[in-house]
Structure formats: structure tokens, C-alpha cells
């Protein structure tokens, strides 16, 4: 079992910044990809950015996000982190961290799933931005 707290959500202005935490917790040594998604009202959830925790920097951004967000592991406490600059009304959402002990093979090397099949996920944090 891995438990998954978010924070550091809240309200900002259209071009600010905020940073997300996801502290993993448990039988963190499982997880091999962890990963934010996001949910806004009326829509449905999307991938926001993934991460192979146990390979360096290989990463995965939406388009929607390339460029603005980056997206972070500390293997040391188990802590995913997502940088939100230039930040957008159409960011607005619920975000969410998952983990996940399964890669799989995209293009040849190790990839996490972008399509919401992940087996642990956090209560979630709201942003909004205005």
C-alpha cells in the first residue's frame, strides 16, 4: 500500500507560479511511476506530466503544459513535486498525484501511463487561476 498526500494548491493569478507536493508514504520502494493529473468541473481527468522515479530524467508533459511545468522526484523522501509557472485560467483544476509500481516500454525505454491507470491515488488539491 502507498499513501499519497498532496498540497501546496490554492489561488493565484493568471502568469503566477505555485508548486505542488505529493509526499508518498508506505511501501514507497514499489513505485516505479508516479504521475499528476488533473480535473476540471465538467471535463475530464488529463495526464498532466509523469515521471519513472527510478530512471533519471525521463519525463513526460502534455502539450497543454510543455514549456511551463516541470516535474520532479526526490527519491530521497519519496516527494513528487510539479512547478507550475506561467500559469493559466485553463489550469484551473483539481490535481492529482498517482503512483504506480508498473513501467511500461514506449519508443524502446521505460515510460509511465498517461492514461489514468495508476494503482494509488492522493485526495487531491485545488488550483485556481484568475
Known amino acids: 500500500h502507498v499513501q499519497l498526500v498532496e498540497s501546496g494548491g490554492g489561488s493565484v493569478q493568471t502568469g503566477g507560479s505555485l508548486r505542488l507536493s505529493c509526499a508518498a508514504s508506505g511501501d514507497t520502494s514499489s513505485v516505479r511511476c508516479m504521475a499528476w493529473y488533473r480535473q476540471a468541473p465538467g471535463k475530464e481527468r488529463e495526464v498532466v506530466a509523469t515521471?519513472?522515479?527510478?530512471?533519471?530524467?525521463?519525463?513526460f508533459y502534455s502539450e497543454s503544459v510543455t514549456g511551463r511545468f516541470t516535474v520532479s522526484h526526490d527519491n530521497a523522501d519519496s516527494t513528487l513535486y510539479l512547478q507550475m509557472n506561467s500559469l493559466k485560467p485553463e489550469d484551473t483544476a483539481m490535481y492529482y498525484c498517482a503512483a504506480d509500481p508498473w513501467v511500461i516500454a514506449r519508443d524502446g525505454r521505460a515510460a509511465c501511463s498517461t492514461s489514468g491507470q495508476y494503482d494509488y491515488w492522493g485526495p487531491g488539491t485545488q488550483v485556481t487561476v484568475s
Open positions: 515521471i519513472v522515479t527510478d530512471v533519471r530524467d525521463r519525463t
